[in-house]
């Protein structure tokens, strides 16, 4: 019986890849590296602190990794007052349906935590979900390794096979499986190419999504 569903945030809850990207542009060209929109999306599910370090390992750019996420967070910050932020399709009122009918939900994402209050509080889900995490907590290695998933099942208290997992990123679902979770990737347009090889199951949108889908992990 499944009994929790845990979701990542990024290209799941909200369509924040696109900002990111844009950000990442804008940011980068500060410290001279012009690279196209599209690949930044190559990083979704990474943190943001790992994905900077590996440019300036590849670029040799003469920066840290922390003055790089605190310029891009100020083109975030710029683009968000501006944009809001946008939602998937259909997510929110499925959350919202999950959470009346008695599951327990949490966020497994790789964003910092003050950028995951930030869009659960936007969207005012906030308190639908019993557990939060962020892969940026020190005590959890980022995904793909499945510390952040491991940790979602102890603090909700339920078993590897009592959980669904939603991710939309190769690194997030090889997280999710390692754990034994049940996991169905979204397919977003705006994540990337991504490979979806290792998810049970893929779906386009939320529209038919509700806590009936998980009877077959039962």
């Known amino acids: 019986m499944i009994k929790a569903v845990i979701f990542d945030m990024d290209g799941v ?3 924040s890849e696109p900002m990111h990207a844009k950000a990442n542009v804008l940011a980068l060209r500060e410290f001279g590296l012009d690279k196209p929109y599209e690949y930044y999306l190559g990083f979704a599910g990474n943190t943001k602190y790992d994905m900077m370090q590996t440019i300036i390992d590849d670029y040799n750019l003469d920066t840290t990794a922390e003055i790089l996420v605190e310029t891009a967070d100020k083109y975030n910050e710029i683009i968000y007052n501006e944009e809001g932020y946008t939602e998937i399709n259909g997510v929110i009122n499925l959350i919202h349906k ?9 966020v497994a994402s790789s964003s910092p935590y003050k950028d995951i209050e930030s869009v659960l509080n936007y969207f005012k889900i906030y308190d639908c979900f019993k557990v939060i995490l962020s892969g940026t907590d020190e005590t959890i290695e980022p995904k793909p390794a499945p510390d952040i998933y491991n940790k979602a099942l102890t603090l909700l208290n339920v078993a590897p096979t009592e959980a ?3 991710e939309d990123t190769s690194v997030g679902i090889k997280s999710a499986k390692t754990c034994g979770i049940y996991c169905i990737a979204y397919a977003n347009p705006n994540s ?3 490979d979806y090889s290792l998810a049970d199951r893929i779906i386009y949108n939320f529209d038919n999504v509700d806590e009936k889908t998980f009877i077959f992990t039962a």
């Open 98 to 106: 999950l959470y009346n009918k008695g599951l327990l939900l949490a």
């Open 192 to 194: 990337g190419k991504q």
């Open 13 to 15: 809850l909200v369509d």
């Open 164 to 166: 669904v997992a939603f």
